[in-house]
């Protein structure tokens, strides 16, 4: 049950009314708009959040991952040479998710089976209403009128991550169950929406492929498969070479503008974008040239962007320098900074150390990025 806390803070006051607005896909062909509804400081914002969080365990699933890097630490392990690769994707999966079928079906049988009568000192009538409440209540204003959501959700809706989940791995699970051995994906992880899957032959593919279109009226999958023994999923170009290469993706829309280096903001929200993009390629790229090849084109991109090539120069050496057991420059943080020789006199001293000290200070702000 609640604390009295979490009933106090999920009590919404003043709230404010839902906004759909929708951003335009330009990587698709006609540039469909993506519908999304702004839900915080909404009436049952609070709420979904709670309930969200409760129920984060049905989220889990044996193939789902959390994010690129998982996906590509999980690839590694894989050996796909000989197979046949490629890419499942749901059309518009937020707008299609079957709201009561989700909810009466999925949710309330996970949570309440084998006899279980509560969940957390929560009844299956309180579930159901509460539900009802967060996912068939809601309202929010487009172009000047109110509208009612009755089915479907729409991205940044608080609790549309978990239902989109629990879809998506009731829909797997019952791809698995009804094909045979023979078929069934020898890998398949899922972000989401988005399925990587290998199989033995193109027809086993086609098999599973049908399954999965077949589970429910509202999931109609799109597949995309290798070219020329790669393939693209997520944002990791895979490669199906003696040594499984990945690399970066990425889509022909991307333009290459990051913030200018001129650009009014503190300086570090610059180091952090530098060290960001080469963080992503070296945990992606899993050969030395793939990730040579990166840094060179996120160098050659931000040098557009105006950034000074001995500083960027400086960041790759920082960021690779921890990486090695050998400092690839001098100027590692374990080498200690040499000052310059001083000139003392007997009647003056040594009347160049605060000059030494400025220079140190220069040195170590100048230098080091």
């Known amino acids: 049950m609640m604390t009295q806390s979490e009933q106090h803070y999920t009590n919404e006051t003043a709230t404010v009314e839902q906004v759909l607005y929708g951003l335009p896909k330009t990587h698709k062909p006609g540039n469909p708009m993506r519908p999304i509804i702004s839900a915080v400081g909404s009436f049952n914002h609070e709420a979904a959040k709670w309930l969200s969080n409760i129920l984060a365990s049905l989220r889990h699933h044996s193939t789902a991952v959390r994010d690129t890097f998982s996906f590509v630490k999980e690839i590694r392990k894989d050996d796909v040479r000989g197979c046949v690769i490629a890419s499942f994707d749901v059309k518009s999966l937020f707008t299609n998710i079957p709201l009561k079928f989700t909810t009466n079906l999925l949710i309330i049988k996970s949570l309440f089976h084998d006899g279980c009568t509560q969940f957390q000192g929560i009844s299956q009538t309180q579930i159901k209403k509460l539900l009802k409440w967060i996912c068939q209540s809601t309202t929010f204003q487009?172009?000047?009128?109110?509208?009612?959501?009755?089915?479907?959700?729409a991205m940044g809706w608080t609790i549309a991550p978990l239902l989109a989940d629990v879809i998506m791995n009731y829909v797997i699970d019952q791809a698995l169950t009804k094909n045979n051995v023979q078929n069934k994906p020898i890998v398949l992880w899922r972000y989401v929406d988005d399925i990587f899957v290998a199989f033995n032959d193109m027809s086993s593919l086609n098999i599973f492929f049908n399954a999965l279109n077949n589970v429910h009226n509202n999931i109609t999958f799109t597949k995309e498969l290798e070219c020329g023994d790669s393939l693209a999923h997520l944002d990791v170009l895979i490669e199906k070479s003696q040594t499984g290469i990945q690399t970066t993706y990425r889509?022909?829309?991307?333009?290459?503008?990051?913030?200018?280096?001129?650009?009014?903001?503190?300086?570090?929200?610059?180091?952090?974008?530098?060290?960001g993009l080469l963080e992503r390629a070296y945990k992606i790229a899993s050969a030395y040239n793939a990730i040579h090849n990166e840094f060179m084109k996120i160098k050659s991109m931000l040098i557009k962007s105006g950034y000074p090539k001995a500083y960027l120069d400086r960041c790759i050496m920082k960021y690779l320098n921890p990486k090695h057991e050998a400092p690839i420059n001098s100027f590692s943080k374990n080498r200690q900074w040499q000052p310059p020789s001083a000139c003392v006199s007997p009647t003056w001293g040594n009347f160049l150390r605060s000059p030494r000290r400025n220079t140190k200070t220069y040195h170590r702000y100048a230098i080091m990025p």
């Open 251 to 275: 889509k022909p829309t991307h333009s290459g503008i990051y913030t200018h280096w001129t650009s009014f903001i503190p300086h570090y929200q610059k180091r952090v974008l530098v060290f």
């Open 142 to 153: 487009f172009n000047g009128k109110f509208y009612k959501q009755i089915d479907g959700v």
